[in-house]
């Protein structure tokens, strides 16, 4: 008996990936000395048998299949006889999709996401390249006012200090610190931020708030006066618009800050706040067990209550108003948003503030947190549609961060790399995989730099306050982050750069990780590279919007071409810090090309790869077959 289905491959399932509502897939099956073959259809709280018929191809069984009318995911498998016994066939246990196998049970079934596909991503969004700034940190303006600060407010005369939480005895906050960083400290760096050719600018909570990270919002219409004005704010957009740069800010609306306009747990704003009054008109909008002093809240931190994002008064406020905050900021110069704790915010929610984006600017984004395959995402017990056409337009890509950590400190096979990162492929609508954020560096991880170091090896007595790694654990981290770095920028998505990462800035987790950019003091080298890598992808169109395609390679090779009208690149890494790699592929007989980083003709059969090293190569067509 012999039975095979691969889900990425043409002969078994076309066309390949998620798919339109309405639309049609036709699913084949390579299959010997079986009987009763059916294939299991499985929507949302439907389920049906459905008889595969005999092709003209030998030993080949096929259906074709409408997709419903409504998005969601359509899950499938396979029961058959053979021999007198009862066989099924499903994806593997990691639900990855690809080859599948026999099962003697009911089997882990393939996924086929079902969207509306209505609209289509911006092009500035999909062939952009992200700078993620935590505005403390990057750069004091020449507004920088003392005045400005809170009066629990702790700040560093040194730009250069280490950030430190200052805790109380239970774990919290007592006071916050912080360096200065404002709106038109960054304003003064955007000519920085062309010569990396950036043109997408993700910002950190900018709102007033107690926190030096504003994710405890005190007042969602009012700049926090540490980072400046409005005015400021408006100064920022439109010299960033001057040259072709996006700014995206992030909507924190799972929760807000107990010290804020709304909750005003300690009476530091003006009028009714939730904690001092159930008369008070935001009352509503939060859930107290017992009033006034317990109430839901993030994670249990009660310096952030749970809002109720489903009344109508709280949406009214945050999307559905004319000035309500979305259309508010939108119109002062935000072309997009990034949500906070996706998971969180209900689907309605999500769908109802993209309409009100859209209609305040049909190219707008709306990028949502998600860590895991967002697809599939089960949040608080629910399958979430964050793909379906009404809701997000990207993810930050945590998967693509963790897979190629991995596969380049040597934890995960590249053949492993491949699987995950095909699936992503198989399940994302093509828009919502061309639009991943791929990130490797954040505000919600340890430095890049230390996690490729592998710092946590040489910790021993060192505090994560001072350690800094030596000289050789720091050149190996810079080889691994130039391979890193090149997958992220020649990979499909768009690539996004945490500050300070291009310059060498190290640390551990928060609040180590959020150190000031070291103007004066960066690593030119480091510099110089993401300046190489940044022009790459801006200058061949392959890198923003061609197909992607995994080759088989040994365990410390990872190798994928792009391709589109314009161009064929193949783009090879070898991770391995001692042994030179061979790569020789069939399909690669007399190609030539031209290695987009040396600079160099290269020969493709076969590429030789040094130790931690790589190669783009751009395909001479009239030398290649596979074009």
């Known amino acids: 008996m012999e039975f095979r289905h691969h889900s990425w491959e043409p002969v078994f399932r076309t066309p390949f990936g998620a798919l339109p509502i309405g639309s049609t897939v036709t699913l084949r099956v390579y299959a010997t000395e079986i009987e009763k073959l059916k294939l299991r259809a499985y929507f949302k709280d439907q389920e049906v048998m459905h008889s595969m018929i005999k092709s003209r191809e030998s030993n080949y069984w096929e259906i074709t299949l409408d997709m419903p009318q409504a998005p969601g995911i359509l899950w499938y498998d396979f029961s058959f006889e053979s021999r007198g016994r009862a066989y099924a066939y499903g994806t593997q246990h990691d639900h990855l999709g690809g080859e599948g196998r026999i099962y003697e049970s009911k089997p882990p079934s393939y996924q086929i996401t079902v969207y509306d596909p209505k609209r289509q991503s911006p092009a500035w969004y999909s062939q952009g390249i992200m700078y993620q700034i935590f505005p403390d940190r990057f750069n004091r303006g020449t507004d920088f006012d003392l005045t400005n600060f809170h009066r629990d407010a702790i700040l560093h005369p040194n730009w250069n200090d280490t950030p430190h939480y200052f805790r109380e005895k239970d774990g919290g906050i007592k006071y916050w610190d912080f360096f200065g960083g404002t709106l038109s400290g960054i304003t003064e760096k955007l000519d920085y931020l062309q010569s990396l050719n950036i043109t997408i600018l993700y910002l950190n909570p900018i709102f007033k708030s107690r926190s030096n990270h504003r994710y405890d919002t005190g007042d969602y219409m009012t700049i926090d006066p540490v980072l400046g004005t409005q005015e400021s704010f408006e100064t920022l957009a439109s010299e960033c618009k001057k040259r072709g740069i996006s700014i995206i800010l992030d909507g924190v609306f799972s929760h807000t800050g107990d010290d804020s306009l709304y909750f005003n747990r300690y009476g530091n704003y003006a009028g009714l706040g939730a904690y001092q009054s159930q008369e008070s008109e935001y009352y509503p909008w939060y859930t107290f067990t017992n009033y006034p002093k317990t109430y839901t809240c993030w994670w249990g931190v009660d310096a952030m209550p749970n809002t109720n994002e489903m009344h109508p008064n709280f949406q009214a406020f945050i999307y559905k108003n004319k000035d309500s905050v979305i259309r508010h900021w939108m119109k002062a110069g935000a072309s997009g948003w990034r949500l906070d704790v996706a998971d969180e915010l209900p689907d309605p929610f999500i769908k109802g503030l993209k309409d009100a984006m859209i209609e305040e600017n049909p190219d707008s984004i709306l990028i949502g947190e998600v860590w895991e395959d967002a697809s599939r995402k089960v949040a608080y017990e629910e399958l979430r549609s964050y793909f379906s056409g009404y809701e997000l337009d990207a993810v930050m890509n945590y998967p693509f961060r963790e897979t190629f950590i991995d596969f380049v400190i040597g934890d995960k096979s590249s053949g492993s790399a491949a699987r995950i990162m095909m699936s992503l492929y198989e399940h994302y609508p093509k828009d919502q995989f061309m639009g991943n954020m791929n990130l490797i560096g954040s505000h919600d991880r340890r430095r890049i730099l230390n996690v490729l170091g592998e710092a946590y090896k040489y910790l021993g007595n060192h505090s994560h306050k001072t350690y800094r790694l030596d000289d050789t654990q720091y ?108 790569f020789k592929h069939p399909d690669f007989a007399g190609c030539q090309g031209f290695d987009l980083i040396s600079g160099e003709p290269i020969s493709l059969n076969p590429i030789v790869l040094q130790p931690l090293s790589y190669a783009i190569v751009l395909v001479t067509p009239d030398t290649c077959q596979i074009i």
Request: proline share 5%; charged share 25%.
């Open 475 to 582: 050149a190996l981290a810079v080889k691994r982050l130039k391979l890193l770095s090149l997958i992220q920028f020649t990979f499909p998505g768009v690539p996004c750069l945490y500050y300070g990462d291009e310059a060498g800035v190290q640390g551990f987790e928060d609040p180590y990780n959020r150190r000031t950019y070291p103007w004066g003091n960066e690593d030119q080298d480091l510099l110089a590279w993401y300046q190489l890598i940044t022009k790459l992808r801006t200058d061949h169109s392959v890198f923003q919007n061609g197909t992607w395609k995994p080759y088989e390679a040994s365990d410390d090779l990872f190798v994928f071409e792009r391709r589109n009208d314009d161009a064929l690149c193949f783009c090879l890494f070898n991770r391995n810090s001692r042994a030179v790699h061979l």
